[in-house]
């Protein structure tokens, strides 16, 4: 079973530049999350769909992040204008379904560096 | 809101030795509890977790942890550490009921000598 697919992998950027990540989750899983994890940090969610709609967006900097999932199945989170502080590794994970006993399988990760 | 603290940032054990890494958290009922592990350059992969019951959990890869609610810990154990189980971890805590939204710790770093 393929796991959960990212890219880049690895993105440079100067401050006020865009950036677009994307995600491809598991076959068949409804449930998709995005996770930044600063250095020395655990993982923070950023946004959670249920197919192709919002869960939780409440820790998602919606002045420049913004996620969409159009067609319930990959994703793609962008950063418009990146700051300094958005340096990190982007996570994507996916699970069956929301409810806590479905266990979230995580992609590698985007690391993200702006200068 | 929930929270987890986990004290040590670094532990460093000698291959074959025992492992304890701590995890301490905070919320006001039972809260669903996880261990993570990232091996660098990968994603987070699921040890093992406590929903309710019996309080001591067993893992994969031989990990175990016991939820203690007296203390609120939810400490990780492995009774001989491999090379291979050197990697970062993560305690996670979720609050009961609801979808899941999961907070989690910043981590231990574990370092295996030979």
């Known amino acids: 079973e393929a796991g959960v697919a990212q890219s880049p992998r690895y993105k440079i950027i100067e401050k006020r530049q865009s950036v677009a990540f994307w995600c491809n989750p598991i076959?068949?899983?409804?449930?998709l999350y995005w996770y930044q994890q600063i250095l020395g940090q655990g993982p923070k969610l950023l946004i959670q769909?249920?197919?192709?709609?919002?869960?939780?967006d409440s820790q998602l900097p919606k002045d420049r992040f913004s996620a969409e999932r159009l067609k319930g199945v990959d994703s793609t989170l962008k950063i418009q204008p990146a700051k300094l502080e958005d340096s990190a590794v982007y996570l994507c994970?996916?699970?069956?379904?929301?409810?806590?006993?479905?266990?979230?399988?995580f992609g590698p990760g985007t690391r993200l560096t702006v200068l | 809101a929930q929270s987890v603290t986990q004290p040590d940032i670094h532990i460093t054990v000698s291959e074959g030795a025992s492992l304890e890494l701590r995890c301490n958290y905070s919320?006001?009922?039972?809260?669903?509890l996880f261990w993570y592990v990232q091996s660098p350059g990968q994603g987070l992969q699921l040890l093992l977790k406590?929903?309710?019951?019996?309080?001591l959990v067993q893992g994969i890869k031989g990990f175990e942890a016991e939820f203690k609610r007296s203390q609120s810990s939810f400490n990780l154990r492995k009774p001989s550490v491999h090379w291979s189980d050197a990697a970062e971890y993560f305690c996670?805590?979720?609050?009961?009921?609801?979808?899941?939204?999961?907070?989690f710790g910043r981590g231990t770093s574990l370092i295996v000598h030979p």
């Open positions: 406590y929903f309710s019951g019996d309080t």
């Open positions: 919320y006001g009922a039972t809260p669903y």
């Open positions: 996670a805590v979720a609050r009961s009921g609801g979808s899941y939204i999961p907070t």
């Open positions: 076959s068949g899983h409804a449930t």
């Open positions: 769909f249920q197919n192709n709609g919002v869960v939780d």
């Open positions: 994970a996916s699970s069956l379904g929301g409810e806590v006993y479905n266990e979230q399988f």
